[in-house]
T-cell receptor, first 115, second 116 residues
Framework: ETGVTQSPTHLIKTRGQQVTLRCSSQ?????VSWYQQALGQGPQFIFQ???????GRGNFPPRFSGLQFPNYSSELNVNALELDDSALYLC??????????????FGQGTRLTVV | AQSVTQPDIHITVSEGASLELRCNYS??????LFWYVQSPGQGLQLLLK??????LVQGIKGFEAEFKRSQSSFNLRKPSVHWSDAAEYFC??????????????FGTGTRLTIIP
């Protein structure tokens, strides 16, 4: 149990729709990252938020966007869903203090299916 | 650019036998290295990590890994596997180049099957 919780657990959407996924970070963690894991693949980095600002982004189009709130929880928004967006979306939190590197703790993920 | 290669897609091991999962990385500086385990439909659980210091690191569930800079490797080992170790294993490299570069780059994973 990592203390990172994601909702919903499963979701089915239609192509072209928009979706919002949510993540509550572990207590004391101020940094949240999102990853996309397609079936049979390793997770791919989407972006990271530190103290409510995006401070790192992977190779994903602008229709993938996010937010981080003052309590450090986070949302991942995907617009204009495509079939290839079907994947497990993982949220990871870490505590960054004095810019020291710490390990990331992952939630259980949200399984998104686009039909 | 950082990258991770896990050359073995699928490994089958008998219960009680030893295990070694291979991981090779590419990174332009001293890397931060991780092994995660994932059960079907679940998130990732951290097994162990290497940041600096002793190149042989111990993790949870009896796993260990050795960082070999000369070989750009970080192989995972366990002396005696249990049926509950059946899962997908991911090696990852994390950025050590400062703030805003903490993203993890994962390998494609190795699926471990345990036979009685």
């Amino acid at each position: 149990e990592t203390g990172v919780t994601q909702s919903p657990t499963h979701l089915i959407k239609t192509r072209g729709q928009q979706v919002t996924l949510r993540c509550s970070s572990q207590s004391g963690h101020n940094t949240v990252s999102w990853y996309q894991q397609a079936l049979g693949q390793g997770p791919q980095f989407i972006f990271q938020y530190y103290r409510e600002e995006e401070n790192g982004r992977g190779n994903f189009p602008p229709r993938f966007s996010g937010l981080q709130f003052p309590n450090y929880s986070s949302e991942l928004n995907v617009n204009a869903l495509e079939l290839d967006d079907s994947a497990l979306y993982l949220c990871a939190s870490r505590g960054l203090g004095d810019r020291q590197y710490t390990e990331a703790f992952f939630g259980q993920g949200t399984r998104l299916t686009v039909v | 650019a950082q990258s991770v290669t896990q050359p073995d897609i699928h490994i089958t091991v008998s219960e009680g036998a030893s295990l070694e999962l291979r991981c090779n990385y590419s990174y332009g500086a001293t890397p931060y290295l991780f092994w995660y385990v994932q059960s079907p439909g679940q998130g990732l659980q951290l097994l162990l990590k290497y940041f600096s210091g002793d190149t042989l690191v111990q993790g949870i569930k009896g796993f260990e890994a050795e960082f070999k800079r000369s070989q750009s490797s970080f192989n995972l080992r366990k002396p005696s596997v249990h049926w509950s170790d059946a899962a997908e294993y991911f090696c990852a490299v994390g950025g050590s180049r400062g703030f805003g570069n903490e993203k993890l780059t994962f390998g494609t994973g190795t699926r471990l099957t345990i036979i009685p």
